[in-house]
């Protein structure tokens, strides 16, 4: 079964648009944590965010937030203004307290494309 | 602050030939390490991943081996290689505490099986 859902395969939107990236994750575990990252074309994934299970606070930062809903198990992302360097791909992750070695569960990630 | 190489950036190998992927963190000490590959589909598939030197547990039964001869070194390999070992290959680590469980991405090899 699949623990990390992006529904969304591709994703277009003229620039100065808002767009919200959607994650839906799957857990038994009371503790994990979520993450985004992002993948530009040149291929190396930046890390974007961590929340924990016991936080729901929405995050902002600058253009980027996140809201966290454990009762609808999602984690999704929204790009405020969009601008073409957003233009990337961008994957949620889930990590379970007890698993071994830290081990991650990627989403197949959503494309970004930001048209100027 | 910490740092994470990969070598090569790009390689190009002919069926058969072998692999040797080299992937080094600085900064930091008795990290995790990760390898996953990316195939065109743009998924990322865990391949082994390391909590100390010596110590590899394999996530996909395949082509590939990896090994962690130093405590800062985690290398991939294979014996020969098959057209379906093409893709980007990518190394990560993290500190082993559950409390920072940040991974940190390598900037990635991008291997063509001919």
């Known amino acids: 079964a699949q623990k990390v859902t992006q529904a969304q395969t591709e994703i277009s939107v003229v620039e100065k648009e808002d767009v919200t990236l959607d994650c839906v ?18 291929g190396e994934l930046v890390f974007l ?34 601008q073409v360097v957003d233009s990337a791909v961008y994957f949620c992750a889930l990590s379970e307290a007890f698993r071994t070695g830290n081990q991650f569960y990627f ?10 | 602050s910490q740092t ?16 040797s992927l080299e992937c080094t963190v600085e ?13 065109a589909g743009r998924g990322l598939q865990l391949l082994f991943y390391s909590v100390g030197i010596g110590q590899i547990s ?12 130093q405590d800062r070194q985690f290398i991939l390999s294979s014996k020969k290689l098959l057209l379906s070992d093409s893709g980007f290959y990518l190394c990560a680590w993290s500190v082993a505490s559950i409390a920072k469980n940040i991974q940190y991405f390598g900037a990635g090899t991008r291997l063509s099986v001919l």
């Open chain 1, 49 to 82: 965010i961590r929340r924990n299970s016991f936080d729901e606070q929405n995050e902002i930062s600058g253009r980027y937030s996140w809201n966290f809903q454990k009762s609808t198990s999602s984690f999704n992302f929204t790009i405020t203004a969009s």
């Open chain 2, 4 to 19: 994470i190489h990969q070598w090569p950036a790009t390689l190009v190998q002919p069926v058969g030939s072998p692999l």
């Open chain 2, 58 to 69: 394999s996530e996909v039964p395949q082509n590939l081996s990896a090994s962690r001869p």
């Open chain 1, 25 to 42: 994750y799957e857990t038994r575990d009371t503790t994990y944590y979520l993450f985004w990252y992002k993948q530009p074309p040149s």
């Open chain 2, 27 to 39: 900064g930091t000490s008795n990290p995790n390490l990760y390898w996953y590959r990316q195939a």
């Open chain 1, 107 to 116: 989403g197949t990630g959503t494309s970004l494309t930001v048209i100027p």
